[in-house]
């Protein structure tokens, strides 16, 4: 079974652009979640989808970040205008809601560099 | 939402037993401990979780207190591909959230 795929793998980008990740989930889980990962820190939760509906965005900083989950399976994140600050590892996971527990399955990761 | 703590670092023998040690003191009776590694430019993965009984699987062993104030994740026989972040997560009951401390980095030494 695939696990969680992300796109691109890694991205460089000047501040001021806008640049999107995308993240297809394993077949099945209808939970979606996006993760940030500052250097040398823990994941920090910015977005769950339950379906297509985002049930939890309280972290994700809306005046440049959005999220879709069309049609409830892949995601996009977007960043626009990226700033300095928004270097970082953005980690897609993906559960199934129901099962014991809800493991969450994370993807590698896109690794965000702005300049 | 309940927080844990983790020892910054630990070493292990290559082929000896990894203990990873985990305070969660304030844990409520509908949270899970979960236990993720993280190896350098990889996502984090799953090991183990418990809610309040021992577990083991092919990868590790969970122990969980009685008081369920602490837990410690056992690798029974470490290798140098073992040495990875170890976080340990408090999660509520059919919520999604994690919050993830800082973790064990734990080096295997030949």
């Known amino acids: 079974e695939a696990g969680v795929v992300q796109s691109p793998r890694y991205k460089i980008i000047e501040k001021k652009q806008p640049v999107a990740f995308w993240c297809n989930p394993i077949?099945?889980?209808?939970?979606l979640y996006w993760y940030r990962q500052n250097l040398g820190q823990g994941p920090e939760l910015l977005i769950r989808?339950?379906?297509?509906?985002?049930?939890?965005d309280s972290q994700l900083p809306k005046d440049r970040f959005s999220a879709e989950r069309l049609k409830g399976v892949d995601s996009t994140l977007k960043i626009q205008p990226a700033e300095l600050g928004d270097s970082a590892v953005y980690l897609c996971?993906?559960?199934?809601?129901?099962?014991?527990?809800?493991?969450?399955?994370f993807g590698p990761g896109t690794r965000l560099l702005v300049l | 939402d309940a927080k844990t703590t983790q020892p910054p670092s630990m070493d292990c023998a290559e082929g000896r037993a990894a203990n990873l040690p985990c305070n969660h003191s304030t844990i409520s009776g509908n949270e899970y401990v979960y236990w993720y590694r993280q190896i350098h430019s990889q996502g984090p993965q799953y090991i183990i979780h418990?809610?309040?009984n021992n577990e083991t699987n092919e990868m590790a062993s969970l122990i969980i207190t009685e008081d369920r104030k602490s837990s410690t994740l056992i690798l029974p026989h470490a290798t140098l591909r073992d040495t990875a972040v170890y976080y340990c997560?408090?999660?509520?009951?059919?919520?999604?959230?994690?919050?993830f401390g800082q973790g064990t980095t734990l080096q295997v030494k030949p």
């Open positions: 989808y339950e379906n297509e509906e985002a049930v939890d």
């Open positions: 997560i408090v999660r509520v009951r059919n919520t999604g959230k994690l919050i």
């Open positions: 077949s099945g889980h209808n939970t």
């Open positions: 418990g809610l309040k």
């Open positions: 996971a993906s559960s199934q809601t129901g099962l014991a527990g809800e493991t969450q399955y």
